[in-house]
């Protein structure tokens, strides 16, 4: 009797590596527990946010417009591109897949830094194109003159992740100038600006003027951070019209639910009040990360909304005693804690617990 055999997927589908979640935190009695493990927004949506969803709701029964129009013509107003220039998806992770399948043939190199986000080496798997990584600067930073030279004949797409998840710092616009004029221009350049609102820095990027001024660069942003809607999954591209067009035509027909463009197209609406928010929780992260200074550590430079222990073999030991705390941290082992910038109160027991790791 033969062995049953199920059917195999293709030979690179077993080497795409497990996207590991932020954990919910661990329920301790009498103590609030605090979620700072996956650079969530701790705002919740705004009202006339839930309200425009809500209404969403009652057509669920139907499709949703599958063109995002009112999402698309509201981003475009808002950024002033056109919007044969936009690609919306659902979240920005989307975009990831949806650039490699259009870029990428099997093989093709991918170019990016590490440690950064983790769906790179997941999405650059799955699209049968193959991953390289550059070592991060110490501090945290990109070495983007090491990226440059990492580009060979095979590369499609190289990728810059600013403000870096999860180290946090931000590369500086002239730094970014200078790499572009080292990236061929049948290469894309992928901005991965999912931090954005959050940078406050001298010469920051300009994302807009950068991809005017480059035909081959591609802006990627979300709803997921600045915005509090990482739930609704929603996310855009910006990039030229033949790249935008081609992100468009590989998505996923009818993606982006109604109640997500709903949603996002609210929350645009809401812009002011919903960057007010974003600057009470930049107070926070420069708060946390002076009190972090003055306590000794060394943290990368957080320009996102989340700070970095590079800890090493101790990582474990200080993601359990922050989980002890009430506070659930993202460990990424052997190397180091990512925590999200949260509620004031979760802040205060992220600087108790660190100040004391120290001193223990
Ligand atoms: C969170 C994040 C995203 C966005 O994810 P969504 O799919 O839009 O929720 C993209 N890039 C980086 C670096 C991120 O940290």
């Given at each position: 009797?033969?062995?049953?055999?199920?059917?195999?997927?293709?030979?690179?589908?077993?080497?795409?590596?497990?996207?590991?979640?932020?954990?919910?935190?661990?329920?301790?009695?009498?103590?609030?527990?605090?979620?700072?493990?996956?650079?969530?927004?701790?705002?919740?949506?705004?009202?006339?946010?839930?309200?425009?969803?809500?209404?969403?709701?009652?057509?669920?029964?139907?499709?949703?417009?599958?063109g995002s129009r009112?999402l698309y013509e509201?981003l475009a107003e808002?950024?002033?591109v056109p919007v044969e220039d936009l690609?919306?998806?659902?979240?920005?992770?989307?975009?990831?897949?949806?650039?490699?399948?259009?870029?990428?043939?099997?093989?093709?190199?991918?170019?990016?830094?590490?440690?950064?986000?983790?769906?790179?080496?997941?999405?650059?798997?799955?699209?049968?194109?193959?991953?390289?990584?550059?070592?991060?600067?110490?501090?945290?930073?990109?070495?983007?003159?090491?990226?440059?030279?990492?580009?060979?004949?095979?590369?499609?797409?190289?990728?810059?992740?600013?403000?870096?998840?999860?180290?946090?710092?931000?590369?500086?616009?002239?730094?970014?100038?200078?790499?572009?004029?080292?990236?061929?221009?049948?290469?894309?350049?992928?901005?991965?600006?999912?931090?954005?609102?959050?940078?406050?820095?001298?010469?920051?990027?300009?994302?807009?003027?950068?991809?005017?001024?480059?035909?081959?660069?591609?802006?990627?942003?979300?709803?997921?951070?600045?915005?509090?809607?990482?739930?609704?999954?929603?996310?855009?591209?910006?990039?030229?019209p033949?790249?935008a067009?081609?992100?468009?035509?590989?998505?996923?027909?009818?993606?982006?639910?109604?109640?997500?463009?709903?949603?996002?197209?609210?929350?645009?609406?809401?812009?002011?009040?919903?960057?007010?928010?974003?600057?009470?929780?930049?107070?926070?992260?420069?708060?946390?990360?002076?009190?972090?200074?003055?306590?000794?550590?060394?943290?990368?430079?957080?320009?996102?909304?989340?700070?970095?222990?590079?800890?090493?073999?101790?990582?474990?030991?200080?993601?359990?005693?922050?989980?002890?705390?009430?506070?659930?941290?993202?460990?990424?082992?052997?190397?180091?804690?990512?925590?999200?910038?949260?509620?004031?109160?979760?802040?205060?027991?992220?600087?108790?617990?660190?100040?004391?790791?120290?001193?223990?």
């Amino acid at each position: 009797m033969s062995t049953p055999t199920t059917p195999r997927p293709r030979a690179h589908i077993g080497d795409i590596p497990a996207y590991v979640p932020g954990k919910p935190p661990t329920p301790r009695p009498g103590l609030t527990a605090y979620k700072l493990s996956s650079n969530e927004n701790p705002y919740p949506p705004l009202p006339g946010v839930v309200e425009a969803a809500t209404r969403a709701v009652e057509v669920m029964n139907r499709y949703p417009d599958m063109g995002s129009r009112a999402l698309y013509e509201a981003l475009a107003e808002r950024l002033g591109v056109p919007v044969e220039d936009l690609a919306a998806a659902t979240g920005s992770v989307a975009l990831i897949y949806q650039l490699l399948q259009a870029f990428c043939e099997p093989g093709d190199e991918v170019v990016y830094a590490w440690r950064s986000f983790e769906a790179y080496p997941i999405a650059v798997t799955a699209a049968g194109a193959r991953s390289v990584q550059v070592p991060l600067r110490a501090d945290g930073r990109h070495d983007l003159d090491a990226m440059a030279e990492a580009i060979t004949e095979r590369t499609r797409v190289v990728m810059v992740c600013t403000p870096n998840n999860p180290t946090g710092p931000a590369v500086s616009q002239a730094e970014l100038d200078a790499f572009l004029a080292r990236v061929p221009e049948h290469v894309v350049a992928v901005v991965d600006e999912a931090y954005l609102e959050f940078v406050r820095m001298d010469d920051a990027v300009d994302g807009l003027a950068t991809y005017r001024a480059h035909p081959n660069v591609v802006l990627f942003r979300t709803f997921s951070k600045a915005y509090g809607l990482a739930g609704f999954r929603v996310g855009y591209a910006v990039a030229q019209p033949e790249v935008a067009g081609a992100l468009r035509a590989v998505s996923l027909p009818f993606g982006v639910s109604a109640v997500a463009q709903a949603a996002a197209v609210a929350s645009l609406e809401a812009g002011e009040e919903l960057l007010a928010r974003v600057d009470a929780l930049v107070v926070e992260r420069d708060r946390v990360e002076a009190g972090l200074r003055a306590a000794g550590w060394e943290v990368p430079d957080a320009q996102g909304n989340f700070v970095w222990f590079a800890l090493g073999e101790r990582t474990a030991e200080f993601a359990a005693a922050c989980d002890e705390a009430g506070i659930v941290v993202r460990p990424f082992a052997g190397e180091g804690c990512r925590v999200s910038i949260g509620e004031v109160e979760a802040n205060d027991r992220l600087l108790e617990v660190a100040r004391s790791f120290l001193g223990g």
